[in-house]
């Protein structure tokens, strides 16, 4: 019996059996002019993670040699260019994949074009927040009314599966819980952009901005495994069990592992009751 998994993808109840060439066929696509959309990916899901893990290591060698060699403080943030650039391969990525969404229907052109929109906010947050980011303040007056749209557009579209389709509701809810945990590091960022507070929060406390920068750059790495899971999925390559572990669960683990290091090497709350009480940083710069 098939049925529409979450987000519009087809797949099946049972579990699929695919060779790795079957796979590769399904992936390797010829609608994907000069297979773009691939090699930006896979390009992206590697320095991504490297990147990343290059950050965890930081913060591992700091934490167990602190006070010792000389090391007291941690630099503010490092590899920035090679971040920069794997940004812009992941926009090459998510942009790429939106016309090859209409080719298996209107809700797949839908996923497509809503990921890429929250992908949008996330790059646009980070760079702002790194060096450079001046030249892209001319969003700031509006910066709510862009950080909040693919949070509204995810509701309505939870909504919607929830109520009016057949698919995989533990996955759709378990979708619908993240985007909005996303808010978490999304909604601080634009409240300090919002009060143009961007230089009194480098004056107060400038770690915070790269712990921010840490956590924007690691949720665009999660939203690209997960959309890469679901198009898997949709391939019949993986199953609704193996998407939901393999490219929501874990993966989630992973970045608040990262987060969990950043917050204690670089200290950006005096303690847990700062980040409450501040509402995640605006009320740094009060």
Same mark, same amino acid.
């Given at each position: 019996m098939e049925r529409e998994s979450t987000d519009g993808d087809d797949t099946t109840t049972d579990k699929p059996s695919v060779t790795p060439s079957q796979a590769f066929k399904r992936l390797w696509t010829a609608a994907d002019p000069w297979h773009v959309h691939a090699v930006s990916g896979g390009v992206f899901t590697v320095l991504g993670a490297g990147i990343l893990s290059y950050w965890a290591k930081q913060d591992l060698y700091f934490l167990m040699n602190r006070g010792t060699e000389g090391i007291t403080h941690l630099d503010t943030l490092?590899?920035?260019?090679?971040?920069? #650039?794997?940004?812009?391969?992941?926009?090459?990525?998510?942009?790429?994949?939106?016309?090859?969404?209409? !080719?298996? &229907?209107?809700?797949?052109?839908?996923?497509?074009?809503?990921?890429?929109? #929250?992908?949008?906010?996330?790059?646009?947050?980070? !760079?702002?927040? &790194?060096?450079? &980011?001046? !030249?892209?303040?001319?969003i700031d007056?509006?910066?709510?009314? #862009?950080?909040?749209?693919?949070?509204?557009?995810?509701?309505?579209?939870s909504l919607y599966i929830l109520g009016f389709t057949k698919d995989d509701k533990r996955s759709s809810l378990?979708?619908?819980?993240?985007?909005?945990?996303?808010?978490?590091?999304? #909604?601080?960022?634009?409240?300090?952009?919002?009060?143009? &507070?961007?230089?009194?929060?480098?004056?107060?406390?400038p770690q915070l901005i790269t712990v921010w920068v840490h956590s924007l750059f690691g949720?665009?790495?999660?939203?690209?495994?997960?959309?890469?899971?679901?198009?898997?999925?949709?391939?019949?390559?993986?199953?609704?069990?193996?998407?939901?572990?393999w490219y929501l669960l874990r993966p989630s683990v992973f970045w608040i592992v990262l987060f969990a290091l950043d917050t204690t090497a670089f200290a950006p709350w005096s303690s847990i009751g700062e980040y409450f009480t501040t509402l995640g940083g605006v009320g740094l710069i009060k």
């Open positions: 490092t590899l920035w260019p090679l971040a920069v #650039f794997s940004l812009a391969v992941a926009e090459v990525c998510a942009i790429s994949g939106v016309p090859l969404g209409r !080719l298996r &229907g209107w809700r797949k052109t839908e996923l497509s074009a809503r990921s890429t929109l #929250f992908q949008l906010v996330l790059t646009w947050q980070c !760079l702002r927040l &790194g060096p450079g &980011g001046d !030249l892209l303040a001319g007056s509006n910066v709510w009314a #862009f950080s909040l749209s693919p949070f509204i557009w995810q509701t309505l579209t378990l979708i619908a819980g993240g985007a909005w945990l996303f808010g978490a590091q999304v #909604f601080p960022v634009a409240g300090v952009l919002q009060e143009t &507070g961007l230089q009194v929060l480098q004056q107060v406390r949720l665009v790495w999660l939203l690209n495994w997960s959309t890469f899971g679901a198009s898997l999925r949709a391939r019949r390559i993986i199953d609704d069990d193996d998407y939901r572990r």
